[in-house]
């Protein structure tokens, strides 16, 4: 039929109805969590005065990124097929880590810094290898990294600080300029914005071009997807696998650092239960749980949801103790969503 | 069309091995997978190992595509003995193998799963990326050439019917340099059109000069395109022949063994047979 010509490379077929670009927007993986940050908006724009002020959006940004520089990284491990139970806590080891080898070698606090980075992605790696050496489930091993970790950041807090919190390095040298890099603020416009902001974007920018645009993206797709058909294709599934754990453990060294330097003391028995979060975001940003689906974008219109819910709650002036039922709901929501969304999307196509 | 099946008689010459099996055994403990197997695959010839299921069909595909390694006997690529490591190896040494139901990612678009785990890419350092265009179109090209005229290679691979799956799988093999294509059951899950289809393909990539290994439980379609068909029963072989050395009923016969199938054709007989003719009408149409 159309072997006739052989320029006819960018000739349409004719067998193919044209696709509208809403069809095409509607076979996107973040458009149920676009269409759920859009009535989130609008009900909280209506329900509470101050949501629309601009220092509102400063402050809803701020909660967002927060969850978002961890759900990027995640989304990502999700597409790859596996979950990381130990992320929330991970933060918080990260940050112990930094403060109390400053602290207790009198170090500069960059080289606390430095060290916190080498230690945490060796968590990653650890999750990493026992996954691909023991081919338990993940959901098995992160739950025991996470129990580990919750246990090793009390008992070592305890152990060298003699109690649950970490010693201030607020007067040490180069605390200053790390906050600076991780804990700093801004002002545009009036609106005072958090680094973390700038990091969230760079990470979700970053996440995004590796997933669309390059191999090791095909790989996670793949991995998630059908670990054996990649393998058998020459796909290095582990390495896929490992390096997705790296790419978690090196967000959560970016959360924790900034954990540390916004607050100058950390808590040790911070992050239980931001693991949940995390992979809340990325299921309403469109990520499938069973994997091989999903999109970074996506992790970030989750995170920016929470963000908004989270703060538009006090901004409406409501009991914060509603907050996780809003959370469970949208969940819920976005999840049937997205489920009816991509049933449309491959229908007609 | 008909020239190739002639000379593959038992005279046959000038043809080399791409890859030879002999006398090879794989064992899992102490069980015995597979015993004394020998499998010649010749350029442009199609070599079929019939069997039913447990007689080690799959242990002789792992072995061939790397996954598995023998434990006895010589294994030769190019009349060199080898033991390969991995899958990786097999395909740079020309062996691509499509399995039956794991040959692609469904969720993930064509051209995706095209070059998936051989990516193209553009650009140097950590700006390296993957080459969409070129992706996209030697895809839709590739996929031409053997004769599929797919709507749009942007489609998840899953949205495609079995059959259309299995070609897109056997066009990436041929497209990547592969010297000997493995298929494993690739009519296994098909109806009787889509293995017409199907054996269409698999004939075009023996008439583009690929060895290869065909492995079904059908003797049907092993018949109509085969060269050489070995047969397995409970891991031994249980006859090697050409296509000029048996018949259609002598393969269906051996392969059900013996008396079993007397009685089997007995109660059959009443009922009208699906026969291999409309079959073979599909192949006579072949054009490669």
């Not at chain 2, 890859?19 to 064992?27: G, P, R, T, W, Y």
């Not at chain 2, 340099?177 to 098909?190: F, N, Q, R, S």
Request: with cysteine; proline share 3%.
């Amino acid at each position: 039929m159309t072997a006739g010509p052989g320029t006819s490379s960018a000739v349409a077929d004719e067998r193919l109805v044209r696709v509208s670009p809403l069809r095409k927007l509607l076979g996107r993986p973040e458009l149920g969590s676009v269409v759920g940050a859009l009535a989130v908006f609008l009900f909280f724009a209506v329900v509470a005065d101050s949501f629309l002020r601009a220092t509102s959006f400063g402050t809803v940004l701020y909660a967002a990124s927060t969850i978002g520089i961890m759900a990027a990284p995640v989304a990502l491990l999700m597409i790859g097929g596996e979950f990381d139970l130990s992320a929330g806590v991970m933060v918080t080891s990260s940050a112990l880590i930094s403060s109390m080898f400053s602290y207790q070698m009198t170090a500069n606090v960059w080289v606390g810094v430095f060290v916190s980075l080498l230690v945490t992605l060796a968590i990653g790696a650890f999750n990493g290898f026992m996954l691909t050496r023991t081919k338990l489930p993940s959901f098995i091993i992160t739950l025991g990294t996470f129990l580990m970790l919750t246990g090793l950041n009390l008992g070592f807090t305890k152990l060298i600080s003699g109690t649950v919190s970490t010693k201030t390095i607020g007067n040490m040298e180069g605390f200053d300029s790390a906050r600076a890099v991780f804990a700093s603020n801004w002002t545009v416009g009036g609106v005072e914005l958090k680094v973390t902001i700038l990091w969230w974007a760079v990470l979700v920018a970053i996440a995004t071009w590796i997933l669309i645009r390059t191999r090791f993206g095909n790989w996670i797709f793949a991995v998630g997807g059908e670990a054996d058909a990649a393998r058998a294709v020459g796909v290095p599934v582990i390495r896929t696998k490992i390096g997705l754990y790296l790419g978690v453990a090196f967000a959560a060294w970016v959360s924790g650092q900034h954990l540390l330097f916004s607050y100058d003391v950390v808590q040790s028995g911070e992050g239980v239960g931001n693991e949940l979060i995390y992979i809340i975001a990325a299921v309403i940003g469109g990520c499938l749980i069973t994997g091989g689906y999903g999109s970074a974008i996506g992790s970030a219109v989750g995170a920016f949801i929470f963000g908004m819910t989270s703060k538009g709650i006090v901004y409406a002036e409501w009991n914060p103790d509603w907050f996780k039922f809003f959370l469970g709901a949208m969940l819920l929501l976005a999840t049937l969503l997205n489920a009816w969304v991509r049933k449309r999307a491959e229908a007609t196509k | 069309m008909t020239a190739p099946k002639e000379s593959s008689g038992p005279a046959d010459t000038g043809r080399r091995a791409l890859v030879e099996l002999d006398h090879v055994s794989k064992f899992y403990g102490n069980i015995k997978a597979l015993q004394d197997v020998s499998l010649e695959v010749r350029a442009g010839e199609i070599s079929c190992v019939l069997g039913d299921n447990g007689a080690g069909k799959s242990t002789l595909i792992k072995i061939i595509a790397g996954l598995h390694r023998h434990d006895a006997g010589t294994f030769l690529i190019d009349g060199e003995e080898t033991t390969l490591a991995n899958p990786r190896d097999a395909l740079d040494r020309g062996i691509a193998t499509v399995y039956q139901d794991l040959a692609v990612v469904p969720l993930m678009p064509v051209w995706r799963n095209f070059f998936l785990g051989s990516e193209p890419t553009k650009g140097t350092g950590p700006f390296k990326s993957l080459d969409v265009r070129l992706m996209r179109q030697t895809t839709r090209s590739a996929l031409l050439r053997m004769g599929i005229d797919l709507r749009d290679v942007d489609q998840p691979i899953g949205t495609l019917s079995g059959g259309e799956r299995q070609c897109v799988a056997i066009a990436r093999a041929v497209h990547f340099g592969a010297k000997v294509l493995v298929l494993d059951e690739p009519t296994a899950a098909l109806g009787v059109k889509q293995s017409g289809v199907v054996l269409k393909y698999v004939a075009a990539a023996r008439d583009a000069g690929l060895g290869v290994v065909l492995i079904t439980h059908n003797p049907h379609h092993a018949y109509l395109v085969g060269d050489r068909f070995v047969l397995l029963k409970r891991g031994a072989m249980a006859g090697s022949h050409t296509k000029a050395g048996v018949t259609l009923d002598e393969l269906t016969r051996q392969m059900a063994g013996g008396s079993e199938l007397e009685e089997l054709s007995h109660e059959l007989e009443r009922a009208p047979g699906p026969g291999p003719l409309g079959g073979l009408r599909d192949e006579d149409g072949t054009s490669g």
